[in-house]
């Protein structure tokens, strides 16, 4: 399976990222220094891309058939893509308070740690749906890496779980009310930009 190893404070950086928007508390101290050069059309959906694409730590084949499903689906293409992305299970799980990153979100549905409506899924990409219970497995509830005084639960307190999912943090808990709509995305990314790059 490929991985991405680029370090993270480094990729954010170079896409104009703020870490927390990845769950990072770090900042980084260097500026990046770019060349008085304007970007070019294709530079500008490329990097857009390239954000998304970090972001949600998918790689490119799994991306690109996102956008393919995206474009045979009723609805504004971008609108689609981004509503696809965030109903990743990894991205859920993020999003409910349950991981500190998007990185960390994905090896937990990786090791088994959580249930979609009482049954197992280890599979990061699965698409929750409006209605899906999802909650970290009952033997697990009462880990270290979630209840001890620098774990998960304790990093998370203060994030904002989005409108369209309802988190209980003491019971490991959370429910998929509704599809995301886009202006409750709160990623730095045009869409837009991407839909253009693709149907080139």
Request: aromatic share 8%; with cysteine.
């Amino acid at each position: 399976m490929a991985v991405n190893r680029v370090p993270v404070l480094k990729r954010c950086r170079s896409l104009g990222i703020e870490p927390q928007q990845l769950g990072y508390d770090k900042k980084s101290k260097r500026e990046l220094k770019r060349s008085g050069r304007k970007i070019s059309e294709y530079g500008q959906q490329l990097r857009e891309k390239q954000k998304a694409k970090f972001i949600y730590g998918v790689l490119e084949k799994p991306f690109r058939n996102y956008y393919k499903k995206a474009d045979r689906m009723s609805g504004m293409t971008g609108d689609n893509l981004m509503r696809m992305l965030e109903l990743r299970l990894d991205n859920v799980i993020f999003r409910l308070g349950f991981a500190r990153t998007r990185r960390e979100a994905r090896q937990i549905v990786d090791h088994k740690h959580v249930l979609v409506n009482g049954k197992c899924v280890n599979i990061p990409s699965y698409q929750c749906k409006a209605g899906d219970r999802i909650e970290i497995r009952e033997k697990k509830k009462s880990s270290p890496r979630y209840r001890a005084e620098n774990g998960i639960i304790a990093a998370t307190e203060g994030r904002t779980v989005p409108t369209w999912l309802e988190a209980d943090s003491d019971k490991l808990e959370g429910f998929v009310k509704d599809a995301p709509a886009r202006d409750a995305i709160d990623v730095p990314v045009n869409e837009m930009l991407i839909v253009e790059l693709y149907s080139k």
